[in-house]
C-alpha cells in the first residue's frame, strides 16, 4: 500500500533509491578489477573500477577524466595513477578530448569526443572529503556517499552511529540538494 501511494506521488523513499542502486550494481557489467585487454568502452555506461592518469590530465588541470582498468594497463603504462574506486553509469574516458591531442586509447580508436553522462567531483583531482585532502590512506576508516560517490572520513562525518559499518552513508551535501531526503537526516 505505502510503494502505490509513493508511485502515485512520483517520489522514491531512501530505502527504495538504495535497493535500486544494489540491483543496479548486481546488474552491471562489471568484473572485480576489469579486464586488462578490453577497454569498457563499447560496454557503454556501467558501473565500474576507475582510476585517473595524473600523467595526463594533471590535477592542476581543468580537465577531470576517468579511465577503465585495462586502459591503465595498456595505455597508461608507466603513468602516474590514482585509483579512485567504483562509479555508477560511467564510460572509459581514455583518448578523448579531455587528453592531450596526441594521446589516443591504445584498445579502442572508434570513441565519442566526449562522455556527456559521465559525472566528476574532486575525487577525479585526487582529493576526498570534505576537508579535500589529497590521496587518501585507505586503510582509515572512510565511507562512500551512496548519492555523489565521494569518500568522507569517517572522523569528519558529524554523528555517524558507532558500529554501524554495514548502513549505507548519504553526506550531508546530498541530503541538502535532495529535499526529499530531509526527512532522512538523522541518517547521515
Not at 586488462?36 to 590535477?59: A, K
Not at 560511467?90 to 584498445?107: S, V, Y
Not at 576526498?128 to 589529497?134: F, G, I, R, S, T
Request: charge should be negative; aromatic fraction near 12%.
Amino acid at each position: 500500500e505505502e510503494k502505490e501511494e509513493n508511485e502515485e506521488n512520483d517520489t522514491i523513499t531512501l530505502e527504495d533509491y538504495l535497493y535500486e542502486q544494489e540491483c543496479l550494481e548486481i546488474r552491471s557489467k562489471e568484473t572485480p578489477k576489469g579486464n586488462d585487454n578490453d577497454c569498457s568502452y563499447e560496454s557503454g555506461y556501467q558501473t565500474q573500477p576507475i582510476l585517473v592518469c595524473l600523467t595526463c590530465t594533471p590535477s592542476r588541470s581543468t580537465q577531470m577524466a576517468g579511465i577503465c582498468y585495462g586502459c591503465s594497463e595498456k595505455c597508461h603504462e608507466g603513468h602516474e595513477l590514482i585509483e579512485i574506486w567504483k562509479k555508477r553509469n560511467f564510460k572509459c574516458d581514455c583518448g578523448n578530448t579531455k587528453f592531450p591531442k596526441d594521446f589516443k586509447c591504445k584498445l579502442n580508436s572508434k570513441k565519442d569526443r566526449l562522455n556527456t553522462l559521465n559525472q566528476y567531483n574532486h575525487n577525479f583531482k585526487g582529493r576526498y572529503c570534505w576537508c579535500d585532502e589529497p590521496e587518501v590512506d585507505f586503510t582509515l576508516p572512510f565511507r562512500q556517499c551512496a548519492f555523489c560517490e565521494d569518500w568522507f572520513h569517517e572522523e569528519c562525518i558529524p554523528e555517524l552511529p558507532e558500529n554501524d559499518i554495514d548502513s549505507s552513508f548519504v553526506c550531508k551535501d546530498c541530503v541538502n540538494k535532495c529535499q526529499f531526503l530531509l526527512n532522512y537526516s538523522d541518517l547521515y
